[in-house]
T-cell receptor
Framework: AQSVTQLGSHVSVSEGALVLLRCNYSSSVPPYLFWYVQYPNQGLQLLLK??????LVKGINGFEAEFKKSETSFHLTKPSAHMSDAAEYFC????????????FGSGTQLTVLP | DTGVSQNPRHKITKRGQNVTFRCDPI?????LYWYRQTLGQGPEFLTY????????KSRLLSDRFSAERPKGSFSTLEIQRTEQGDSAMYLC?????????????FGPGTRLTVL
């Protein structure tokens, strides 16, 4: 069975500072990993995904994530935070069964301080 | 591509009433998923369809829940005899293909409040 752990339910950074959101996964098979962002009262939007190609994945809005198999991690980073980055971020792993349903972490609320 | 749409966006009901939600996926997508999201948590898988066939259901999907996807197009999720514990955001997602690498596109969700 797959599982995802997101360390830190709330992260605050100053505008212009580095954003680092942590995600560790557990999977019995080589995983497909995703980061989604959710703005208030909206659905989830895909930021980026790892599908066993390059271990450093670049996504939208300047975000990137690095897959590290030895650490079972897929941390999300952005060099310089913008006020518009304030949102909730979810890491997810794709299931290995036929359903391929996503198993999500509990989310990290990012606050960007002026 | 108009994205995944869900209706209604908000539903307030009294305990014991039945409610039905609708999801319209992206037109060419063969897979449709339902998830439930409670406050402060990530979405949890409920069920999925490949075309019109409902192929898997989570243990979260009690007997009071039923989902359909007639003709492999839109889907409905019905909750009978609602309970306060059913209050949550119900999210629909769709994807194309059968691989785990394929992105799931999410709708805006239906927020259910059971009084």
């Amino acid at each position: 069975a797959q599982s995802v752990t997101q360390l830190g339910s709330h992260v605050s950074v100053s505008e212009g500072a580095l954003v680092l959101l942590r995600c560790n996964y557990s999977s019995s098979v080589p995983p497909y990993l995703f980061w989604y962002v959710q703005y208030p009262n909206q659905g989830l939007q895909l930021l980026l995904k790892y599908t066993s190609a390059a271990t450093l994945v670049k996504g939208i809005n300047g975000f990137e994530a690095e897959f590290k198999k030895s650490e079972t991690s897929f941390h999300l980073t952005k060099p310089s935070a913008h006020m518009s980055d304030a949102a909730e971020y979810f890491c997810a792993v794709s299931g290995s069964g036929s359903a391929r349903q996503l198993t999500f972490g509990s989310g990290t609320q990012l606050t960007v301080l002026p | 591509d108009t994205g995944v749409s869900q209706n209604p966006r908000h539903k307030i009901t009294k305990r014991g009433q039945n409610v039905t939600f609708r999801c319209d996926p992206i037109s060419e997508h063969n897979r449709l998923y339902w998830y439930r999201q409670t406050l402060g948590q990530g979405p949890e898988f409920l069920t999925y369809f490949q075309n019109e066939a409902q192929l898997e259901k989570s243990r979260l999907l009690s007997d009071r829940f039923s989902a359909e996807r007639p003709k492999g197009s839109f889907s409905t999720l019905e909750i009978q005899r609602t309970e306060q514990g059913d209050s949550a955001m119900y999210l629909c997602a769709s994807s194309q293909g059968t691989g785990g690498r394929n992105e799931q596109f999410f709708g805006p969700g239906t927020r259910l409040t059971v009084l």
